[in-house]
């Protein structure tokens, strides 16, 4: 009877426990959706406010003049809002970032992750982070005093305030998150791929070169894809060292001028709702699709990437 009278109770007890458990989840659950319900209808809303600002552009500016216009000269006698110099000097600085922190930021995760002694790993993971945590006006002004007067020199030309240097300091600041993130993808593949690739007789570069980078593609593109958004999203640095120029560069040795450098710029000098205002708030809404472009496009290339490693 006793032992009925026992197992009664933990029956009981368990009950309870599972009825607390239960409610546990349900208030977790809940409060997870609703955060991130929350967080959806914010920026929801922020987008909404973009593109209802944005459009306002066009009662006063046709697309054709936004979208094709080659002069951005908002506050001349007779104004001018041609989005085309601020794009091309975006995809310009952009493109040279890649160009510099791609192979240099994937080759120095190779070298940490595979080549460096435990010590010098150690060093160059604190350098790493240690880059990552400079603000970027302070590099920016590193640019103004160091950086543009050795472009100047170098190149023999009159300014040093180039498309150029302003894609040498945007580069380094990708740097950082595509050595990292590059870096523990290669460190997250299980070891067996490289005892496996060793024991069939290749040397320690045809594994990295052949198995290892392969096999960890997917976290490099992912490195890749957030440096190339650290770059075109980057304003500070770009707006004190491109020259400013709104034009369209013939070339990396030439002044421009980004949509984020004008956007920062020139936002405190409008007029709240006039067509200045509404430009800036335009060229925002580009430069979002830009953005989102740049995501999808990534997303796609991981998905086959997964698709081809199954």
Request: with cysteine; proline share 4%; aromatic share 8%.
């Amino acid at each position: 009877m006793s032992n009925m009278t026992m197992g009664t109770k933990q029956r009981s007890k368990n009950l309870k426990k599972n009825v607390k458990n239960s409610i546990g989840e349900f208030i977790i659950e809940n409060l997870i959706f609703i955060l991130g319900m929350t967080s959806i209808l914010i920026i929801s809303l922020i987008f909404l406010f973009l593109f209802r600002t944005g459009i306002q552009l066009f009662k006063d500016v046709s697309p054709m003049d936004f979208f094709f216009g080659k002069n951005w000269f908002p506050i001349s006698v007779n104004p001018q809002y041609g989005i085309l110099p601020l794009v091309a000097g975006s995809v310009m600085v952009t493109a040279g970032a890649v160009f510099i922190s791609v192979p240099l930021g994937i080759g120095c995760a190779i070298f940490i992750a595979e080549v460096a002694p435990p010590r010098l790993k150690t060093v160059l993971k604190i350098i790493i982070e240690f880059l990552s945590a400079i603000p970027s006006v302070v590099l920016g002004f590193l640019g103004i005093v160091i950086l543009s007067n050795w472009v100047r020199i170098t190149f023999n030309l009159s300014s040093g305030f180039t498309v150029l240097t302003g894609s040498i300091l945007v580069s380094f600041m990708a740097l950082p998150t595509i050595i990292s993130i590059s870096d523990d993808a290669i460190n997250a593949l299980p070891k067996e791929y490289k005892e496996a690739s060793l024991a069939l007789g290749a040397s320690k570069w045809e594994t990295i070169i052949h198995v290892l980078v392969p096999a960890a593609s997917s976290g490099i593109i992912a490195a890749v894809m957030l440096g190339v958004g650290r770059a075109i999203g980057e304003t500070m640095t770009v707006m004190m060292v491109t020259g400013n120029a709104a034009q369209i560069p013939d070339s990396l040795l030439q002044p421009g001028r980004t949509m984020t450098a004008t956007i920062a710029a020139e936002m405190g000098d409008t007029v709240r709702n006039g067509t200045h205002y509404n430009a800036l708030f335009a060229v925002g809404i580009v430069l979002l699709i830009m953005t989102s472009c740049i995501n999808l496009v990534a997303d796609a290339v991981l998905s086959r990437a997964k698709k081809e490693g199954r």
